[in-house]
T-cell receptor, first 114, second 114 residues
Framework: AQSVTQLDSQVPVFEEAPVELRCNYS??????LFWYVQYPNQGLQLLLK??????LVESINGFEAEFNKSQTSFHLRKPSVHISDTAEYFC????????????FGKGTRLSVIA | DAGVIQSPRHEVTEMGQEVTLRCKPI?????LFWYRQTMMRGLELLIY????????DSGMPEDRFSAKMPNASFSTLKIQPSEPRDSAVYFC????????????FGPGTRLTVL
């Protein structure tokens, strides 16, 4: 079975600084990878996903993530964060074969400090 | 579209009582998911439906939990009897084309069992 590890439970960062949220997965077969974001008192929203093709995927609000098969990673990055990026970020994985539901990581709480 | 609608938003009940959580998915979405979120265990998939049929309920913790989807626009998650360890935020999500398609989450129901 697949699993996801988000190594950092909390990441504080100053406004306009870069940030990287780490995600590693474990799977013996090919995977799809996702990042979801949860703003306070809301449900999760899809931020970006990797299904196939280019290993670098981008979101509309400046985040990007790169699928690295050899390192089994899908780290999320943003070159300059804003206060509004304060939220909890969840990495998720699913295998490409069969109807296998997503498995979510425990989440990383990003706090942007003014 | 109003998005995924969940009710109630907050529920406080006493141990042993029956609890019913409700969800209205986005119109036209064929998949519906119920998740539970706790600090200790993170986000866990409880059950998901495809075209109103339960596909995978392996995440349902025990017989006290049951879920139904009588039609394409309504689903319930019932806990009977409730216990303090059931206290969590319960999310409903729906997707259009499959389990790895973008999932749209509702705002959640915060359940407190005293």
């Amino acid at each position: 079975a697949q699993s996801v590890t988000q190594l950092d439970s909390q990441v504080p960062v100053f406004e306009e600084a870069p940030v990287e949220l780490r995600c590693n997965y474990s799977s013996s077969v090919s995977v799809y990878l996702f990042w979801y974001v949860q703003y306070p008192n809301q449900g999760l929203q899809l931020l970006l996903k990797y299904l196939s093709g280019s290993t670098l995927v981008e979101s509309i609000n400046g985040f990007e993530a790169e699928f690295n098969k050899s390192q089994t990673s899908f780290h999320l990055r943003k070159p300059s964060v804003h206060i509004s990026d304060t939220a909890e970020y969840f990495c998720a994985v699913s295998v490409t074969s069969g109807n296998t539901p997503l498995v979510f990581g425990k989440g990383t709480r990003l706090s942007v400090i003014a | 579209d109003a998005g995924v609608i969940q009710s109630p938003r907050h529920e406080v009940t006493e141990m042993g009582q029956e609890v019913t959580l409700r969800c209205k998915p986005i119109s036209g979405h064929d998949y519906l998911f119920w998740y539970r979120q706790t600090m200790m265990r993170g986000l866990e998939l409880l059950i998901y439906f495809n075209n109103n049929v339960p596909i995978d309920d392996s995440g349902m913790p025990e017989d006290r939990f049951s879920a139904k989807m009588p039609n394409a626009s309504f689903s319930t998650l019932k806990i009977q009897p409730s216990e303090p360890r059931d206290s969590a935020v319960y999310f409903c999500a729906s997707s259009f084309q499959g389990i790895v398609d973008t999932q749209y989450f509702g705002p959640g129901t915060r359940l407190t069992v005293l």
